[in-house]
C-alpha cells in the first residue's frame, strides 16, 4: 500500500483507493493518474496499492475487475465506486472474451450472494467503457449497468442522457435526479486503455469529493 496524505486536509478526511492496471503498480498509477492533484485541493487521501501478484495483475485481473470484487463482498466498507474497463462482479476473467448475459436479477443476485446476511447500504457505482475494447467486449458495459441498478433497486431506464464531452454518452440512474446511485460512461471508439487524462474529477464528483469539471445530471 502506498499512501498519498496531501499537507491540507479536510476534517475527517474521505480515503480513495486507486487500484493499478494490470502489468503496473501503485506508484505508477500515482505518477500516470491525477488523483494526487484532486487530492491536494479537495483534501482527502489517497491508497495506491500494488499488486502482489507475477505480471502486475490483481488475483481478479485488472484494477477495474478488483473494483467490482470490493463494491460486491464488502459492501460495508466502501460508500462508492468507479469501475474502469471491468465485468459483472462474480463473472472476471471469464467475461473478457466470452461475456455472460443474464438479467438484471440474476446478476444481482450474485452480488447479494455474496453476503447474504448483509442488509445494509449498497456503494454507488461509477461504470466506464469504451465502445472499441477488444480486451474486456463492449457487452460487459451493459451487463454491469443491470447488476448494479438491480442491486440498487432501480429501474434499468436512464433518468437522463447527457454529453459531458463529444465521444462520451453518460447515462445516469437513480431513484431521482438529485439522488443518482449509477452511473455510466460509455466513451465512443475508445479502447482498452481507460481512464483517460480528466476522467479522475468525473470520478471525485460522483463520489461527493470535489465539485467536478461540470455540473452534470444529478450533481452540483
Known sequence: MYLYVPNSLRPDPAILVAAHECAENGPAFYETTGFSTLADEYGFIVIYPSASQ????????????????????????????????????????ACTSIPTQMSPGEWGAVARNADPGYHGPRPRVQIWHGTADTHVLYV??????????????????????????????????????????????????????????????YVTQFFGLSPGPSAGPGHS
Open 140 to 201: 460487459n458495459f451493459g451487463q454491469e449497468i443491470n447488476q448494479w441498478t438491480d442491486v440498487l433497486g432501480l429501474s434499468q431506464t436512464p433518468l437522463a442522457t447527457d454529453h459531458p464531452e463529444p465521444a462520451w454518452t453518460r447515462t445516469v440512474y437513480g431513484p431521482n435526479k438529485n439522488d443518482i446511485e449509477v452511473e455510466a460512461y460509455s466513451i465512443q471508439g475508445a479502447g482498452h486503455y481507460l481512464p483517460e487524462a480528466g476522467m479522475e474529477a
Open 54 to 93: 507475477p505480471g502486475g495483475c490483481w488475483d481478479t485481473s485488472s484494477g477495474g475487475m478488483m473494483a467490482a470484487v470490493m463494491l460486491g463482498d464488502y459492501p460495508d466498507v466502501f460508500a462508492a465506486g468507479a469501475i474502469f474497463m471491468g465485468v459483472p462482479f462474480g463473472c472476471n476473467l
